[in-house]
C-alpha cells in the first residue's frame, strides 16, 4: 500500500528557509517520479519541483534556484529546501509518486497517481 506522509511545514518570515520531507511506504521512492505540488487558498494546485528516477529534475520557474527536490534513499523520503522565501510561496505543499518514467510532463499534476494529505507553508513579511 503506497503512503506519502509529508512534514515540515510551519511559519517562517521572508527570506527564511524551510525543508519540507516526504516519507513514502510501499514503494521505493528512487524506484518512481517523485514532486511536490502546492495550492495556495483560491488557487489551483500546480507543481513545484520534481524528479524522476534517471535523477532528472524540473522546478516552476518562480522556484527556480531557490528550492531544490533530492531524495534521500537510505529513508526512502523525499525533501524539498526552500530557500529565500516569498510571501507568494505561501499554500499548502502536498508530496507526490507516480510509477511512470516521466520526463516531459514531470510537473502535470494528472502525471501522479499518489498524494500525501499536506503540509501548510505560511511565509510572512
Known amino acids: 500500500q503506497v503512503q506519502l506522509v509529508e512534514s515540515g511545514g510551519g511559519s517562517e518570515q521572508s527570506g527564511g528557509s524551510l525543508r519540507l520531507s516526504c516519507a513514502a511506504s510501499?514503494?521505493?521512492?528512487?524506484?518512481?517520479?517523485m514532486a511536490w505540488f502546492r495550492q495556495a487558498p483560491g488557487a489551483e494546485r500546480e507543481g513545484v519541483a520534481a524528479i524522476n528516477r534517471d535523477g532528472l529534475t524540473q522546478y516552476a520557474d518562480s522556484v527556480q534556484g531557490r528550492f531544490t527536490i533530492s531524495l534521500d534513499n537510505d529513508v526512502n523520503t523525499v525533501s524539498l529546501q526552500m530557500n529565500s522565501l516569498k510571501q507568494e510561496d505561501t499554500a499548502m505543499y502536498y508530496c507526490?509518486?507516480?510509477?511512470?518514467?516521466?520526463?516531459?510532463?514531470?510537473?502535470?499534476?494528472?502525471?501522479?497517481?499518489?498524494w500525501g494529505q499536506g503540509t501548510r507553508v505560511t511565509v510572512s513579511s
Open positions: 510501499g514503494f521505493n521512492v528512487s524506484t518512481f517520479s
Open positions: 507526490a509518486a507516480s510509477r511512470g518514467m516521466w520526463t516531459k510532463f514531470l510537473l502535470r499534476e494528472r502525471s501522479y497517481t499518489y
